[in-house]
Each structure stands twice: as C-alpha cells, then as structure tokens.
C-alpha cells in the first residue's frame, strides 16, 4: 500500500499557486506582443486622473504617483498600481484572493531593476480576465510609459 508523506504536500499548493501566476503572467505578456490585427485603438482610455487609491497599502505619494484607473470593457472602473520607466513592460495579475497589494513589493523591486509594472485589481471576473482589456493597459503603458 502506498503512503503519501504529508511534509511533502504542503509544499504542492504554493507551488502550485506560485506557477498558476506565472502562467497568467506570462499569457498576459505574450498577448500584448502578439499582433491583433485591429488599428491599434483602445475602445476606452485609461484615467489617471481619478482620485488616487492606496489600496489600502500604497504610501500617499505612491498612490498619487501610481494610483490609476481603467475603465474595462464592460464599463467598470478597475484600479491598477503603475510603477518604473522601463521600456519593457510587465502586467501583474494577482489570485482570486488577492488583490493590488499583493503584488507591490515585488512591483516595486520590478520597477528599480528597469521595468514599467501595472498590477491591476482583478476581483470577480475582473479586468484581467477579459482579453479586450489588454489593449486598455496597452494604451496606458504607451501613454504613461516613460
């Protein structure tokens, strides 16, 4: 009869969690290098100058710097934290039961080693979980890139 050791699958789950993000990480970079054929226009533009967010992690200055807002496809408002002037871009999607703060330290380390990070707020289905939203990141990092 087989017996599992335990010690071992406590380890399964956050490694399992740890390569589900970065599968959605790495589908979200390849769909923004992919060409859709479309003119290049989001249907909505991102807006920056609503009323900063801290999500209830981001110091003032960080969340008046980074604090932005998409309006997604379906017409919600979804917040997102923008950080780093790189010219290559990294979109950060947190689990179901995460959120925006989730991913600021490691978008705050992304930043200072040369990347643009945005790490949308993605509850429910969320943002990004409808691929009409990427062009709505798209124009942002090309509008508030650096």
Do not use: I
């Not at 992690?57 to 807002?69: D, F, H, I, W, Y």
């Not at 179901?96 to 991913?103: K, L, P, S, T």
């Not at 429910?124 to 890139?145: Q, T, W």
Request: glycine share 14%; aromatic share 6%.
């Amino acid at each position: 009869m087989f017996t599992a050791d335990r010690s071992s699958l406590r380890f399964r789950a956050p490694l399992r969690a740890a390569a589900a993000s970065a599968l959605v990480v790495s589908s979200l970079l390849l769909a923004g290098c992919g060409g859709g054929g479309d003119d290049g226009k989001a249907t909505a533009a991102p807006s920056p100058s609503a009323p900063a967010d801290d999500f209830g992690c981001l110091s003032p200055e960080q969340a008046k710097a980074g604090s932005v807002t998409f309006r997604s496809a379906d017409g919600q408002d979804v917040g997102a934290f923008a950080t780093g002037t790189g010219d290559t871009a990294l979109v950060l999607a947190h689990q179901a039961d995460g959120d925006v703060c989730q991913w600021v330290p490691k978008a705050l380390d992304l930043a200072e080693d040369g990347y643009r990070v945005v790490g949308g707020s993605n509850h429910g289905v969320g943002m990004l979980a409808d691929p009409a939203n990427y062009a709505l990141v798209e124009a942002f990092l090309k509008k508030y890139g650096g």
